[in-house]
């Protein structure tokens, strides 16, 4: 059943996306070093599992050179005695599930496959699971033994572990306060730096902004999340040369970004630059044909440029329109106006009355259309 539902969602994907996969990035170079990462990423892990007062959402930990690390051999060995424990007590069921509800929840994020990311806390999440239950199991068994020692040391674990856990989801009250505090744990991350930089541009503060996606670049300047932020916030104050500048540089990072051709399309039209935008949104249509914003955009950026015939055709094109392009019957109700078909502009300008909910300029000329009769 698990199988059938992965195959349908990475066949509504690539319909969706173009690509039924992402590409992921490798760490690594060479099998020594990919086979150094997977165990020192255990050996982290399962530090991260028993010793979980060190937490932090962006967690610095670069790929080692060899297998002679600490990190490496720490988790060599925990493999090893992981797999004595579970062969030695084989009969223990409830012992051999925890273990393999860790292992199964471990197995994908160890970079054995490579994935985007060498380390997140959230990918604890399941294994904790198992780990919980192994807890459980040792503290019963300890207990026949040593009752009282066992009880004192169990109701100090897990005073202990509360505690963190209360003081930990103070740092999760909202973005800044989180992204706040991961860089103060790692200053020299560059997605904590972007990360912080995207709280403070929701906020409005797009001069701290700016700060944060300047260090995230100059920390990493291969770091393409980190250029188009700066780009986007550099747009946001007028600096528009800037702006172009950096979104090309986020695209020459990844040419086959959709998402950055079209923001690069925004920073263009902002600029009146119109031809150039609609290159760019026809550019992110190529790579993304579904890309529905991008589409409403290039049929925005031909009504500008007087291809109105265009611009008809574009928001035709266009899935959802009644709950999520509501304005592409307006434009498209102008466009006909200007194009001498009457009856398709009043056609279209009724339609956006029907779903438009505001009491706006666009509404007042939608109704003027509609009296018109649609001329000019």
């Known amino acids: 059943v698990m199988f059938a539902a992965a195959l349908l969602y990475l066949a509504v994907r690539k ?20 086979v150094a990462l997977s165990f020192s990423i255990l050996g982290h ?3 991260k599992l028993v010793f979980p007062f060190r937490l932090n959402a962006e967690s610095d930990f670069p790929p080692p050179a060899h297998l002679w690390n600490v990190y490496a051999i720490i988790g060599i060995g925990i493999f090893a005695g992981v797999c004595y424990a579970t062969y030695r007590w084989r009969r223990h069921s409830a012992m051999v599930f925890g273990v393999a509800v860790i292992g199964l929840g471990l197995a994908p994020v160890l970079n054995v496959v490579p994935i985007n990311q060498i380390l997140a806390e959230r990918f604890l999440y399941f294994p ?30 897990l005073a202990a572990y509360s505690v963190r856990t209360v003081v930990g989801t103070r740092d999760w009250k909202d973005d800044l306060t989180l992204f706040t505090r991961t860089v103060a744990l790692s200053g ?62 986020a695209i020459d990072i990844e040419p086959e970004s959709a998402t950055y051709y079209h923001s690069l399309g925004l920073l263009q039209f ?67 106006v200007r194009r001498g078909n009457a009856d398709a502009a009043v056609e279209a300008a009724r339609h956006f009355l029907a779903v438009h909910t505001g009491d706006d300029a666009l509404t007042t000329r939608a109704r003027q259309i509609v009296a018109s009769g649609g001329t000019p």
């Open 15 to 34: 319909h969706v996306l173009g690509s039924s996969l992402v590409s992921y990035h490798r760490f690594t170079q060479g099998a020594e070093q990919a």
């Open 45 to 47: 892990y399962v530090y």
């Open 128 to 157: 904790s699971l198992g780990f919980c239950l192994l807890l459980a199991l040792a503290a019963v068994s300890l207990r026949r033994r040593w009752r009282l020692a066992t009880t004192i040391m169990v109701a100090l674990l």
């Open 188 to 249: 020299n991350n560059a997605r904590a730096r972007a990360s912080l930089g995207g709280s403070l541009y929701n906020l409005g503060r797009y001069d701290d902004a700016l700060n944060q996606y300047h260090f995230a670049v100059r920390l990493n300047p291969s770091y393409a999340l980190g250029w188009s932020g700066l780009a986007r916030t550099e747009g946001k104050l007028g600096h528009m040369q800037e702006a172009l500048n950096d979104m090309q540089r």
């Open 270 to 336: 902002q600029a009146r630059d119109y031809m150039s935008a609609i290159g760019s949104f026809r550019t992110a249509l190529q790579l993304r044909p579904r890309h529905l914003q991008a589409r409403f955009n290039l049929g925005l950026a031909l009504y500008q440029i007087g291809d109105f015939g265009g611009a008809v055709r574009e928001f035709t094109a266009l899935e959802n329109k009644d709950t999520d392009f509501p304005n592409a019957y307006f434009f498209t109700a102008e466009s006909e």
